[in-house]
């Protein structure tokens, strides 16, 4: 099974604007055209939120729990903890120090972004760092995102994703997301149709009841649910 990550929700801030790009680009394509988030950080009709680690963690403290562990791993005293087990998946090494410069310290998991159009919130984007995927992260901001929507007063949530897109969708429907439609050759770089999602209304007694419910199924599985927004 795996570890929960002690990662909270709250709203993009000018300084995890490189880092969320990095991750938009991982997701998406080095192509990708970069949502203007910068532009749009104030705009009260966008929000965007991330997930992000309760502490700043540079690479030297990246390194020490690394070592520590590791010694701890030979001496086969105690397991790996999360800090070491992170670092290690991304690569940082103890061994030599030729690996783990200031470039690679990361306090950010992902994001989503969400435009409010009418009635509307769209999800245009939502991503998870690769490496850290499968352990919570993006359920946690698409709860965050909905959580937002609801307070804004958006009666329906909505977006579109690729056909293929199998786990997004399996997200999605787990929040009571239904296709409605499909947009023909929408991606531009492969030309692959993408379905469209929508909620049923989310500011109904019924949808907040099943909201209450995934919230409180998601607290227990992985022990926390932190979201400010
Ligand atoms: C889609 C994405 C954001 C999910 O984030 P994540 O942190 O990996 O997802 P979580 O661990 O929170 O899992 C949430 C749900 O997603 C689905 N899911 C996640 N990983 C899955 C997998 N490997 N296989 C099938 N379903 C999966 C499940 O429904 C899961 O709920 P469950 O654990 O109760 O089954 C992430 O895969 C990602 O960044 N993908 C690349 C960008 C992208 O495709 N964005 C969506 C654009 S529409």
Redesign the pocket.
């Known amino acids: 099974m795996?570890q929960p990550l002690p990662v909270s929700v709250r709203r993009l801030q000018s300084e995890d604007i490189d880092q969320v790009v990095a991750?938009e680009k991982e997701?998406?394509s080095p192509l990708w055209v970069s949502s203007p988030f910068r532009r749009d950080q104030n705009n009260n009709r966008a929000c965007y939120l991330v997930?992000c680690f309760d502490e700043e963690i540079s690479p030297e403290e990246i390194l020490a729990e690394n070592d520590l562990d590791q010694q701890a791993e030979l001496d086969n005293e105690r397991p790996p903890n999360l800090w070491s087990r992170v670092a290690g998946r991304l690569g940082f090494s103890s061994n030599n120090g030729e690996t783990g410069s200031a470039d690679e310290a990361f306090n950010i998991?992902?994001y989503?972004s969400v435009w409010y159009q009418g009635e509307e919130a769209h999800?245009t984007?939502?991503?998870?760092?690769?490496t850290?995927?499968?352990?919570?992260?993006?359920?946690?901001?698409?709860i965050g995102s909905l959580k937002a929507a609801i307070e804004y007063g958006s009666k329906v949530m909505t977006?579109?994703?690729?056909v293929s897109?199998?786990?997004?969708h399996?997200?999605?429907?787990?929040y009571s997301f239904k296709s409605v439609g499909i947009r023909k050759a929408y991606y531009s770089d492969n030309r692959e149709d993408a379905v469209i999602m929508t909620t049923s209304p989310i500011d109904t007694e019924e949808y907040q009841g099943l909201f209450t419910e995934l919230q409180s199924?998601y607290k227990s599985?992985w022990g926390r649910m932190d979201i400010e927004c």
């Open positions: 795996q991750i997701a998406f997930a998991a992902g989503v999800i984007e939502i991503a998870v760092k690769e850290l995927r499968g352990r919570g992260v993006g359920e946690l901001l698409l977006l579109e994703a690729r897109n199998f786990i997004a399996r997200m999605y429907q787990k199924t599985r």
